[in-house]
């Protein structure tokens, strides 16, 4: 696995996929690559004989400067909803007014969180007693 690619199908022939079609062919993992058996293409085997794809459309990457998605890519057809802003309807509470770590470079980072916005930080310090006998 090296990354996700969003894709758009392209039809060979000139049949419309149905929802049902195109869910089948995605649960199947070998389908997620370019190089996967596609209907309507023709493929030589090692014996020479002619072997038909099983699928009539190829995924190609939806940026052109892309790269093709492989075997172990995820691909995906339509962009995930984003997570910075509040959407009921799909139960995103959005990200305003949550802590984020400023050094952090992951998923709790500002970077990623606060979704550009910008950020306030604040530095806190705590003096506190302890039980330290010298």
Do not use: W
Not at 38 to 58: D, I, L, P, T
Not at 79 to 85: L, V
Not at 86 to 94: E, F, M, Q, R, T
Request: hydrophobic share 25%.
């Amino acid at each position: 696995f090296d990354g996700a690619s969003r894709v758009m199908v392209t039809n060979n022939g000139n049949q419309r996929l149905s929802s049902n079609k195109m869910a089948a062919t995605f649960s199947n993992p070998a389908s997620n690559s370019i190089h996967s058996n596609h209907a309507g293409a023709v493929e030589r085997s090692r014996s020479g004989r002619k072997k038909k794809y099983k699928y009539n459309f190829q995924l190609k990457p939806f940026n052109p400067e892309h790269k093709p998605p492989d075997v172990k890519d995820l691909v995906y057809l339509e962009p995930s909803p984003g997570f910075c802003d509040k959407n009921p309807k799909l139960g995103i509470d959005g990200t305003r007014g949550r802590f984020c770590n400023d050094t952090s470079i992951g998923v709790d980072g500002c970077d990623l969180m606060c979704c550009g916005r910008g950020y306030t930080t604040k530095e806190i310090v705590v003096v506190e007693r302890c039980l330290c006998t010298f």
